[in-house]
C-alpha cells in the first residue's frame, strides 16, 4: 500500500511538474509574441561601456523580439533630457540610464517605477536570473529607496588609486625615497604617504625619473578638480577616507556637518596636493584625469574604473603594461567613490515589461561577462570571478571597491547641493577662499538648502 502510495505521488507529482514547466514555456513563449516588433527607446550616457553593450543588442533582439534604439548622450545632457521628458510628459523614453544620485528625487517626484513587481514574477524572473549573485552594496546604493527596488546597476563605476608600479618598483627610485623620507617606497596606505610620494615623484623637464631623461614635466598626481560632479565627487572621497561626510547619520539623512574638523582636515590635506598636480587638474574631469596618465605625465591618481581601458591599449598609450592599483589611502577608514548609474523604467514607460526584460537580459550572467571582456564593468560576484574576467589587470581591484561602496546622498535636493558643493570647492582649489571659509560656506548653503 506504501509503495502504491508513494508511486502515486511521484506520478502527480511529474504531472504537475510538466503542467508547470509546460505553463511556464507557455508563457514565455507568449511573453515573446507580444514583443515581437516592439521597440522601445533607451537613453544613457556616451561612453564606451554604452557602446559596447549596444554592440551586443542584437543578441537581445533575435532572443525577444525587442527592439532598443540607443540615444546617447554627455552625463548633463542625459540628466536634462530625462528630467525634461519626465516633467513636461513627452514619453520620449521607455528606459533610462540615470546616475543613482538622482534616485530619491526621482521616486519621491513618481517618476519612475519599481521593478518589484516583475522581480517576484517567475514568468519574467526565472531563479536561474540570480539576483543574490548582484552584489548587494552595488544593487542597494543604485535602486533600493525605503525598501523597494527601482532597478539594476548600469555602469557601476567606483574609484581607487591608479599609481605607475614600474616607477615605484625601479630601484634607483626606491633608494632615494628612503633617503629622502625615511621609509620604504611602495604602495601607498595614508595620505600622508600619498603626498609623500606626490612630492617626490614631481620633476621638471631635463631631471632624471627612473634612470631617464625627461623631456616634459612630471608630476606626482592628476585630480579631477573642474567646477563639476567631478569635483565634489573627488573631495567626498578624501572626507570619507578622514571620517568625514556631509551627514552624522550615513549618507542621506542626519544633521549637517560639513564644517567637522575631520572635513577640514580632508580638505586641507586635498587643496596641499594641488602643489604636486599636474597644472590643468582644476579643470579636470574623470576623462582629463585618465588622458594625463595615459599620456605619461603623472604618477599616481584617484579615479573611475571605467577610464583604465584607455591606458591599456599600447597603440594609444604610454603606459600600458606599467600599471598598478590599489584602494584610496585612508586616514581613519577605507573607502571608495560609488559612481555608478541605474537602469530605470520611467513611470510613463510605454513599453515598461519589455523595457524591464531588456535590462534583466543586460544583467543575465552571459551578457554581463560577454560585456566585460569588451570592457564593460560586471555587476555580478561570479562573473568577477570568471577565469576570463579575472585576468582583466584591474577586475580584482574593481570588486574589492565595489565590496565597501561609499555613497553620494540621493535625497532630492542632491543636485543643488552637488551644484553649490563644486562651486565652493572649486574657490578652495584655486586658493580663492581658505577650506575653513569653504566649509563654512557649505554648512550654511546646505542647511539652507534642506530647509
Known sequence: MKLRSKLLTVVLFSMVTVTTVGCSQQQQTENQKDAANVTIRFIAEASGLTDALESLVPEFTQKTGIKV??????????????????????????????????????VDKGYVKSIDEYLNDKTITPDAFDVNDIIPAMWNGSANWKGKMYGFPSNPTITFMWFRKDLLENSSEKEAFLKRFGYELSVPKTPQQMKDMA????????????????????????IMAKRNSALSADWLSWAWAYGGGIFDKGYDNGKIVMNSAKNLEALKFYVSLFDYAVP????????????????????????????????????????????????????????????????????????PKEAYQFFEWALSKETQKK???????????????????????YMPMTLEALKISDLRPRISEWGEMDSAMSEELHKAVTKQTSPKDTLDNLQAEFEHILK
Not at 536634462?80 to 516633467?87: A, H, I, N, S
Not at 596618465?293 to 600600458?320: C, E, H, R, W
Not at 560585456?371 to 582583466?392: N, Q, T
Open 69 to 106: 534604439e540607443f540615444e546617447k548622450a554627455p552625463y548633463d545632457m542625459v540628466v536634462q533630457k530625462t528630467m525634461l521628458d519626465f516633467t513636461s510628459g513627452t514619453k520620449s523614453y521607455d528606459a533610462v540610464s540615470l546616475p543613482y544620485e538622482y534616485l530619491g528625487r526621482l
Open 199 to 222: 612630492q617626490f615623484f614631481t620633476r621638471k623637464k631635463g631631471e632624471t625619473l627612473a634612470g631617464k631623461v625627461l623631456d616634459h614635466n612630471f608630476y606626482g598626481m592628476s
Open 280 to 351: 590643468g587638474s582644476v579643470d579636470y574631469t574623470w576623462d582629463e584625469v585618465s588622458t594625463a596618465m595615459q599620456q605619461d605625465l603623472t604618477f599616481a591618481a584617484i579615479n573611475y574604473n571605467d577610464q583604465i581601458p584607455n591606458l591599456l591599449d599600447g597603440s594609444k598609450s604610454k603606459v600600458a603594461g606599467k600599471m598598478g592599483y590599489a584602494l584610496q589611502p585612508e586616514n581613519d577608514r577605507p573607502t571608495a567613490n560609488y559612481g555608478a548609474w541605474t537602469y530605470m523604467i520611467p513611470a510613463q514607460s510605454k513599453h
Open 371 to 393: 560585456w566585460a571582456m569588451l570592457g564593460g564593468i560586471p555587476a555580478r560576484e561570479s562573473v568577477f570571478k570568471d577565469p576570463e574576467v579575472s585576468k582583466i589587470e
